[in-house]
């Protein structure tokens, strides 16, 4: 009973926030200008924002293909493709509390991967994309400094490029700390993990591929995004979205939203202002991107209510999984590879 209150008042702080956040933005701005600028996006332009987003879904499940070999686990190609697509249909459409990352593990789980593969799986999965979406930051920040002039703005990204920096090297780097401590109890669960996710982008046999396809999923995004604002006329250059999007994306990644809804728009039109684009283009860039990724979600959401899992799965039970799994799965995962 205490954890569903507890991920019912959780959920509920994200649906404030959510809302907070867009009115907040909505309210300095003409709303008959915003929805005019909406409705006059080019189709051609939108379209192909929406099969740059839509590509990026095999790319993902590739990347998440070459993980879970590293693991042991043969999945198959199609199999795979089909999980990742209900898990968007949960992150993306649904205000679950679940996710669709817990709800990839219990898919897992129904085809016999051991819990231990299926939560590292996932797990490294998203902490790959975030080192990619880290090492874009990085080698944009120079070309962020030469376009901008706002310091309140490059402290501000430079200050979340430095703690990416610093906490990936963290992680990848715990199992050489002092023995005192990385055996205390919440470290411990971690020091295997960050030595596998080493492994998989330094020792694994497909390192280029999945670093290759961190990158480039993110790129993707950015294109999306100026696709959009050509569409928009926007006339946000392409050099300015691939500097500007990713710490967008980095923001909107941060869980204390509905899919990020708000975040991503707060953070669009803050960013994307630094170069001059009026506040109703970003945040209709925001708006756009967000209905295309509830358009591949509702693709997702199409696939879940085909699916034979459908009739065995339990919002209460995944809620519960939700809850637990991440110290559980941690303290699981250390011993699901013997990989250095």
Known sequence: MQSRTKQTVLLSAKVL???GVL???????????LRTTLLTVDPAMFLLALALIGLQTFILNGRWEL???????????MAGWRILMISLWFNQALPSSAGGDVVRMWLLRRLDVPWAQAVKGVV????TALIGL???MVVGLPLLLSRVNDHAAILAIGGLTVAGVVGTAVLLTL?????RIITIGPIASLVRFGSFVRYLLLQSRGRELLFGSALLIHLMTAAACYALSVGLKAHLSILDAFVLIPPVILLTAVPISISGWGVREGAMVACLALVGIPSEKALSISLLLGAISMIIGVVGGAIWLMSAERGAYSAASAAEAAAGSPDYGLRQAKEASSKP
């Open 67 to 77: 993980i879970m070999r590293s693991l042991d686990v043969s999945l198959d190609w």
């Open 17 to 19: 926030l959510s809302i």
């Open 175 to 179: 199992d050489w700390w002092p023995k």
């Open 124 to 127: 490294a999965d998203r902490f």
């Open 23 to 33: 009115v907040y933005i909505a309210r300095g701005l003409d709303l008959h200008q």
């Open 134 to 136: 880290v090492a874009l």
